[in-house]
């Protein structure tokens, strides 16, 4: 399933790109068709112009669209946990007292000897 949409995605993309390569700009009325031509109906510069940008429209929503649901079943095949999920439900152990630090080795007293003269 997943396969199959991805070359959907594919096929649409590239069509999008050549839909959107094909139209007239506002500026110069060119686009990759050439000038207009009077063939009538469909294919008059207006008419093929509405019907390329509802086209343009049409595969937009369709690539929006599998985007998202491309993007669901990678998250719904990816459940990985969150760092917090993983740290375990019991707390650990009451940490045991540290142990009194040791004393200072006493240093006697300095005898009391008369200083020289």
Partial sequence: MEFVLLVVQGIVAVTLIGV???????????????????MGGLFT?????????????????VFMLNSLFLGYIASSQHQSKSILDQIPATAPAAATPAAPAPEAPKVPAAPDVPLAK
């Fill in 20 to 38: 959107i390569l094909i139209q007239r700009t506002a500026q110069d009325g060119g686009g990759l068709m050439g000038g207009g031509g009077t």
């Fill in 45 to 61: 510069p207006r008419g093929s112009a509405n019907a390329l940008t509802k086209f343009t429209k049409f595969l937009a929503v």
